[in-house]
């Protein structure tokens, strides 16, 4: 897997019609930095991701243009995952914690998940799923898959799974209802998105839980 963002942004810049003065101008970094991305020796700090993306008018999935095999997914249960890692994968998929947040509390779900499994393409985070629980039950907290791993996504996050082409996300779930079911936890929830998330939750055994009605705060920052 290779991420191709410095000739990405050279492209673009080019159907912008803009130098790498102009650029660099606009982010506040030095002409050099830009030349650097644009020549694979250095890579854009990941801080400045949103905002190279918003000035080219492109999604940051785009602006990455990571094409995945996969093939060569591996998932991995309870892995070391670094804040660098975690981030990277937030940035490259649209996800509101690259955009609200900063790296430190983006990261605390990677402490406070009693089970996180993990989809890894050599040390490149491309899926993640953590679950909390008590013992007895437990709730789906993140399930996040890379959109490249979609194919098509028409909200362009990675937080949303409307396609699992390649039955990743199934493969996640799967291992992550075993691995609780080993614990003696047999009462198991996720909130999905209506419409979009149906098939995909059912294909792993989850059923709509007709009887209830889902009551939230929701005081999560607005998006930049």
């Known amino acids: 897997m290779t991420f191709n963002i410095g000739e990405n942004i050279k492209q673009l810049r080019a159907e912008k019609g803009v130098t790498q003065e102009q650029l660099a101008e606009h982010l506040g970094i030095t002409y050099q930095s830009v030349s650097k991305w644009e020549n694979n020796i250095t890579a854009p700090d990941l801080q400045l991701i949103p905002s190279i993306a918003e000035y080219f008018g492109v999604s940051i999935n785009k602006l990455f243009k990571a094409k995945l095999n996969p093939d060569d997914v591996k998932l991995r249960i309870n892995s070391n995952i670094s804040i ?11 996800l509101y914690e690259a955009q609200c947040y900063d790296k430190q509390i983006a990261a605390k779900p990677l402490a406070h ?23 007895l039950d437990a709730i789906i907290s993140i399930f996040y898959l890379a959109l490249d791993l979609q194919v098509d996504n028409r909200y ?26 080993k614990l003696g936890i047999y009462f198991i929830s996720y ?9 995909l939750m059912e294909s792993i055994g989850f059923a709509e839980n007709k009887g209830h009605v889902e009551y939230i705060i929701d005081s999560r920052p607005a998006e930049h």
């Open 84 to 94: 660098d890692q975690l981030w990277r994968f937030y940035a490259r998929n649209g």
């Open 191 to 199: 909130t999905a998105v209506s419409g979009k998330e149906n098939k």
């Open 156 to 181: 362009e996050c990675g937080g949303v799974i409307e396609n699992d082409p390649y039955g990743i996300a199934k493969q996640m779930g799967v291992m992550a209802v075993e691995e609780l079911n």
């Open 113 to 135: 998940a009693d089970l996180m499994i993990g989809a890894f393409i050599g040390s490149e985070l491309v899926g993640l799923l953590t679950v909390l629980h008590d013992g």
